[in-house]
């Protein structure tokens, strides 16, 4: 009796957990599309790190959280920002040197000789480094915001549940026939 309760605890906690898992699948797939490749969660942003320039504090393929800013956000020598370049490229690096009373900012990243060649604009910056970097969480991220990526996050969690559902109404087809065939022996 009580190795029937366990077993029903962990099954539904297994279908709990794949239920969960398909859910956070698709609100992260949705929201990155639904915001352009950049979900936003409580103000934060994940973004992918794509080279070493910051290293090593932020290796490639790590993941780093940054807090959205707005344009009344004031910055300082040492804060590390996430900024658009003049070819809409996004870059985290951190300021050296602030100009025309906070307008303007010199920046360069922690592994590179040099500041970066363009000042960056206020107006250009779109976050500001958390703290936060995750390791080679970085690789999924990318890799989830990518078609194949998409169908795979969604696929395999969708997959995982359905084979879970047959085995639990399996289950239960095989402990609903098995008290008959006991009935009529």
Avoid at 95 to 107: A, L, S, W
Wanted: net charge positive; charged share 20%.
């Amino acid at each position: 009796m009580k190795g029937k309760t366990i077993l029903k605890w962990i099954s539904n906690s297994i279908s709990t957990l794949l239920i969960i898992l398909l859910v956070c699948a698709v609100l992260i797939v949705i929201s990155s599309r639904a915001a352009g490749g950049e979900p936003s969660l409580f103000g934060y942003q994940l973004k992918t790190v794509l080279s070493g320039s910051m290293e090593p504090e932020m290796p490639v393929g790590s993941l780093i959280l940054t807090k959205q800013v707005d344009e009344k956000e004031r910055f300082k020598t040492g804060d590390v920002i996430t900024f658009r370049t003049s070819e809409n490229i996004l870059v985290t690096h951190r300021i050296i040197e602030v100009e025309h009373n906070g307008q303007r900012f010199i920046t360069k990243g922690d592994n590179n000789n040099g500041p970066d060649v363009e000042p960056v604009l206020a107006d250009n910056i779109v976050g500001k480094y958390s703290g936060t970097t995750i390791p080679y969480a970085g690789y999924v991220f990318h890799y989830m915001n990518t078609k194949q990526g998409a169908v795979l996050f969604l696929f395999i969690p969708g997959l995982l549940f359905l084979g879970h559902a047959i085995f639990t109404i399996w289950r239960a087809l095989r402990l609903i026939e098995g008290p008959k065939k006991e009935e009529t022996i």
